[in-house]
């Protein structure tokens, strides 16, 4: 725990940027990282931090963060349309992949080949009109993800739409 304060207060006296208000509180992310024993073999705290923020903001590869895939889900409930529910919805998935994502390779459980295929489904779900029932399925196959009920592999386009045969980038 003495790892998690001194790093919370780095983060905040000057030395560093300051944790970004548009995202999670920094408390969220420090307690997953003290969680796993393992990831502290593996990363140190300040590269963690670095990725969730990267998940959020985006980076130059995929300038498209989070936060810009949340907007952009939300627009899609229409105007008029009852949005706080589908907010929460997107904020606990959101904290959760990137409390995961953003750990070292060799020990996270959710990949970019992961995002890549949910990314999608949302996408195609809000085209389609069920971008609810799509986020609901995500956050459920994260959870099991995460509890090792699923294999990594299981996360595949088809689980979760027809398969495009003119896309060709489909995993």
Not at 60 to 74: A, F, S, V
Not at 141 to 147: C, H, I, R, S, V
Request: proline share 5%; aromatic share 12%.
């Amino acid at each position: 725990m003495i790892l998690g304060l001194s790093a919370c207060a780095s983060l905040h006296d000057g030395t560093a940027d300051p944790w970004p208000v548009d995202l999670p509180p920094l408390g969220f992310f420090l307690a997953a990282y003290e969680q796993d024993t393992k990831l502290h073999e593996e990363q140190s705290l300040e590269e963690y931090l670095y990725w969730v923020r990267k998940f959020y903001e985006g980076t130059t590869l995929y300038p498209r963060g989070w936060n810009d895939i949340t907007e952009d889900l939300l627009a899609a409930a229409g105007e008029g349309a009852p949005i706080e529910a589908r907010e929460r919805r997107l904020y606990r998935l959101g904290r959760g992949i990137a409390a995961e994502w953003s750990k070292a390779n060799n020990v996270r459980l959710v990949d970019e080949g992961h995002l890549s295929v949910w990314g999608v489904a949302a996408g195609r779900a809000v085209n389609e009109g069920n971008v609810d029932e799509t986020l609901d399925f995500i956050a459920s196959d994260l959870e099991k993800l995460l509890a090792e009920e699923l294999p990594t592999d299981a996360i595949t386009a088809d689980r979760y739409h027809e398969p495009d045969p003119d896309d060709w980038f489909a995993f």
